[in-house]
């Protein structure tokens, strides 16, 4: 089983609607979870980080993290064009032969948002 | 505060050849992972650096390495340069004092291998 799991998409929504981007992680000891977005041929920026069960906002952007199902999911809502990218989700492990963590990335769900 | 700083944007290198990226992190931060990216495998973690020493290494082969200098810049090396070494080369700082605190990327290094 891969680390960091996503759907790869691509995504298509209409614009105004709810993009709704899902991730599961392995490591049951993660204790912290990343959102990024990756517009074509960019580096991938931080959007989101949550660290707590349960939903945190930030603007239109919503992550949900379910630390007993491995779940964690970033919601945007009145999507628009200009969400339109690639969006990677990022969790923290630690290694348990070192006891050092590190960041590991999914693969990437790739969102269109149609005007 | 600057942010992560690669450099070269571009390279292109013949197969055989060596190559050697640096990364200057944002200031403070004291660790530096570096991925590589490509369109069929995604981003895919090659080392980390953490106070001048290697603490996590992904699963590329002895011709990828790198090190970090006192000051947190970092250097990646690659030997012996194969055409599938042609990628998007990210490094990522972050303060690595505990799993806190997310990944700021720079810019990248495009890396063509002819």
């Known amino acids: 089983q891969k680390e960091v799991e996503q759907n790869s998409g691509p995504l298509s929504v209409p614009e105004g609607a709810i993009a709704s981007l899902n991730c599961t992680y392995s490591?049951?000891?993660?204790?912290?979870f990343f959102w990024y977005r990756q517009y074509s041929g960019k580096s991938p920026e931080l959007i989101m980080f949550i660290y707590s069960n349960g939903d945190k906002e930030d603007g239109r952007f919503t992550a949900q993290l379910n630390k007993a199902s491995q779940y964690v999911s970033l919601l945007i809502r009145d999507s628009q064009p200009s969400d339109s990218a690639t969006y990677l989700c990022a969790v923290n492990i630690v290694l348990m032969k070192t006891s050092y963590d590190k960041v590991i990335f999914g693969p990437g769900t790739s969102l269109s948002v149609i005007p | 505060k600057a942010g992560v700083t690669q450099t070269p944007r571009y390279l292109i290198k013949t197969r055989g050849q060596q190559v050697t990226l640096s990364c200057s992190p944002i200031?403070?931060?004291?660790?530096v992972s570096w991925y590589q990216q490509t369109p069929g495998q995604g981003l895919q973690f090659l080392f980390e650096y953490f106070s001048e020493t290697q603490r996590n290494k992904g699963n590329f082969p002895g011709r990828f390495s790198g090190r970090q200098f006192s000051n947190s810049r970092s250097e990646m090396n690659v030997s012996t340069l194969e055409l599938g070494d042609s990628a998007l080369y990210l490094c990522a700082s972050r303060t690595g004092a505990g799993p806190f605190g997310g990944a700021f990327f720079g810019q990248g290094t495009r890396l063509t291998v002819v």
């Open positions: 490591d049951r000891g993660s204790q912290s």
């Open positions: 200031s403070g931060h004291r660790s």
